[in-house]
């Protein structure tokens, strides 16, 4: 019997142990999209899995689907996010917050490719650029293009520079939602109280 393999980039959005030495990761794929898989001995140190499962890392990723759940056969890690950060406190933070606020609203296997590219473009911009005020107007970005994708935000004129061109990191891009953070922020919280998740 022949079992398909599923190949794509994905984000580690975190993980937890199982059993004696495997894990269960939730993965943000780009051709899946939201999935938990099981890591079978990802926790030993004789694991090839190992280091492409690191939490916070981004990595091309096999799977195979099971009775129950998906399962990992391989994990290559692209780079590690969190140590791009270059140690930036602010940078790191934002990059939980956002990887939680995905486990939370992303909900099954359904596919969302434009959200995936906006956040890898996103995470590569912050890379880069990595001051504290690119950190936070990046992050009110990343938040309201996620919970545009997902629809949990109503479009809105003054939002139109960050929603329009969902792939488009520069800095008048973060200049502008600097400018309408508060109301961001806002809108923000409404949405997140509505969608109750």
């Known amino acids: 019997m022949s079992y398909h393999l599923y190949h794509t980039p994905a984000f580690i959005l975190g993980s937890a142990p199982s059993g004696e030495g495997s894990k269960l990761v939730s993965l943000f794929t780009r ?12 926790r030993e ?9 690191q939490d916070f890392s981004y990595s091309e990723i096999t799977l195979v689907r099971g009775k129950e759940f998906w399962r990992l056969t391989r994990a290559e890690c692209v780079s590690n996010i969190f140590e791009e950060l270059h140690g930036s406190r602010d940078a790191s933070r934002m990059l939980g917050r956002i990887f939680a606020l995905l486990r939370r609203l992303l909900a099954g296997e359904e596919k969302n490719e434009p959200l995936f590219l906006s956040i890898e473009e996103g995470l590569r911009f912050v890379a880069e650029v990595g001051s504290k005020h690119s950190v936070e107007g990046v992050e009110i970005v990343l938040v309201l293009r996620i919970l ?5 935000l109503a479009p809105r004129n003054e939002f139109d520079p960050f929603l329009s061109h969902t792939n488009l990191w520069d800095e008048s891009v973060i200049s502008k939602a600097l400018l309408f953070r508060a109301l961001a922020v806002s809108e923000i919280n409404n949405s997140l109280r509505e969608s109750q998740l």
């Open 31 to 42: 051709e899946l999209g939201f999935l938990t898989a099981i890591a079978q001995s990802a």
């Open 45 to 53: 140190e004789r694991s090839k899995l190992r280091y492409g499962l």
């Open 148 to 152: 545009y994708f997902l629809g949990y």
